[in-house]
Structures are given as C-alpha cells and as structure tokens.
C-alpha cells in the first residue's frame, strides 16, 4: 500500500515539479548565458539560450501532457476515483500555464540586462 500511495502522490504533484524544475533550468541558463559570451550568440534572430530555454519550456509541457495523460489511464485500469485524474490535469495545465508564462519574456527582453 505504501508504494501506491507514494506513485499516486508522485502523479499528483507532477505538473508543479516540472514546472519547478523548469523555473530552476531558465535561472540556470540564464546564469550561464550572462557569465559565459558562447551562449549568447544570436541563431533565427534569438541568443542560442534563448533556444535553449525553449527547447527546456516544450518538453517541460510534454512532460506535464504525459504525466497527466498516465495519470489517466491510470485511474481507469486500477478504478481509483476519477479525482485523482482531474486533479493531476488540473495541476498540470496549472504548471503548464505557468511555464508558457515563464517563457515569453524569451521573445520579449534580452537575457542579461
């Protein structure tokens, strides 16, 4: 029971740690890319940080989008209450919001100021 207990709440709260990990991955690129000149070379218009975080932003969604999309099938094949889905989507879409919004001052501002 204890192992079931620790994945469902690993399900739960999936969408709030990607977007965790994803606003700590834009700092730490962010840093690099102010402390080192090679991430700041321009590629389609944006510094390659910029790309970087990006890349880092659509698979954060992905990962929200496939923890969600488990979580899902999950409920059906164990017949565990359907809350437990639409909790998991909600803080997914939640985080995913979040993260779009942690995303466009990419296209906005430059990265050091």
Same mark, same amino acid.
């Given at each position: 029971? *204890?192992? =079931?207990?620790?994945?469902?709440?690993?399900? /739960?709260? $999936?969408? &709030?740690?990607? @977007?965790?990990?994803?606003? /700590?991955?834009?700092?730490?690129?962010? +840093?690099?890319?102010? %402390? =080192?000149?090679?991430?700041?070379?321009?590629?389609?218009?944006?510094?390659?940080?910029?790309?970087?975080?990006? %890349?880092?932003? !659509? !698979? $954060? /969604?992905?990962?929200?989008?496939?923890? !969600?999309? *488990?979580?899902? !099938? *999950?409920? =059906? +094949?164990?017949?565990?209450? &359907?809350?437990?889905?639409?909790?998991? $989507?909600?803080?997914?879409?939640?985080? +995913?919001? $979040?993260?779009? @919004?942690?995303?466009?001052?990419?296209?906005?501002?430059? %990265?050091?100021?």
């Amino acid at each position: 029971m *204890r192992t =079931r207990f620790s994945v469902e709440l690993l399900y /739960l709260i $999936a969408g &709030p740690l990607i @977007w965790l990990a994803h606003f /700590l991955f834009i700092y730490i690129v962010n +840093a690099l890319a102010c %402390a =080192r000149s090679a991430l700041t070379g321009l590629w389609l218009g944006l510094p390659v940080s910029s790309w970087i975080i990006v %890349a880092g932003s !659509a !698979a $954060a /969604l992905a990962g929200m989008a496939l923890a !969600a999309w *488990r979580q899902r !099938a *999950r409920v =059906r +094949a164990q017949g565990s209450p &359907p809350f437990h889905a639409w909790l998991c $989507a909600a803080l997914c879409w939640l985080s +995913a919001v $979040a993260v779009v @919004w942690e995303t466009l001052p990419v296209f906005l501002m430059a %990265a050091c100021l």
